[in-house]
């Protein structure tokens, strides 16, 4: 006896569907983006993964949400490597602790008093208003 669901004779997932639904999880497309483009529910897509032998769909992105993320840290990675300066700086900060520096100039606008002359200064000319 074939099975129908509220939508008519229910099918099971080809595997040009699944190819498409491990694809949409490598790059890190949600549950409801891979249902609304297979055109199902959350419900009958893990019953259609159960079918295949899968345990479940959380249980099928781990195992390939990390496929898509090495996939695009090799594409940045090659970015890098290729001289996108860009892509150099962000992978310095991020792999090696490297931050853009900042001067600061701690001297008075025409560079004459460092801030403890600054500090002293002001101070003496407070006391002398009183």
Same mark, same amino acid.
């Given at each position: 006896? @074939?099975?129908?669901? /509220?939508?008519? /004779?229910?099918?099971?997932?080809?595997?040009?569907?699944?190819?498409?639904?491990?694809?949409?999880?490598?790059?890190?497309?949600?549950?409801? @983006?891979?249902?609304?483009?297979?055109?199902?529910?959350?419900?009958?897509?893990?019953?259609?993964? &159960?079918?295949?032998? @899968?345990?479940?769909?959380?249980?099928?992105?781990?195992?390939?949400?990390?496929?898509? &993320?090495?996939?695009?840290?090799?594409?940045?990675?090659?970015?890098?490597?290729?001289?996108?300066?860009?892509? #150099?700086?962000? #992978?310095?900060?991020?792999? #090696?602790?490297?931050?853009?520096?900042?001067?600061?100039?701690?001297?008075?606008?025409?560079?004459?008093?460092? /801030?403890? @002359?600054?500090?002293?200064?002001?101070?003496?000319?407070?006391?002398?208003?009183?």
């Amino acid at each position: 006896m @074939e099975k129908t669901g /509220p939508k008519g /004779p229910s099918k099971p997932m080809s595997d040009k569907e699944f190819d498409q639904l491990v694809n949409m999880i490598r790059i890190q497309c949600t549950r409801d @983006e891979i249902c609304d483009i297979l055109n199902m529910s959350d419900d009958t897509l893990n019953r259609r993964l &159960k079918e295949r032998g @899968e345990k479940n769909f959380a249980a099928l992105y781990k195992k390939h949400s990390g496929e898509g &993320k090495a996939s695009l840290r090799r594409a940045q990675w090659k970015a890098a490597q290729d001289g996108n300066p860009t892509m #150099l700086v962000w #992978l310095g900060k991020q792999m #090696l602790g490297q931050r853009d520096k900042k001067d600061l100039d701690h001297t008075s606008s025409d560079g004459s008093m460092t /801030p403890r @002359e600054i500090i002293i200064r002001a101070a003496d000319a407070k006391t002398s208003d009183d």
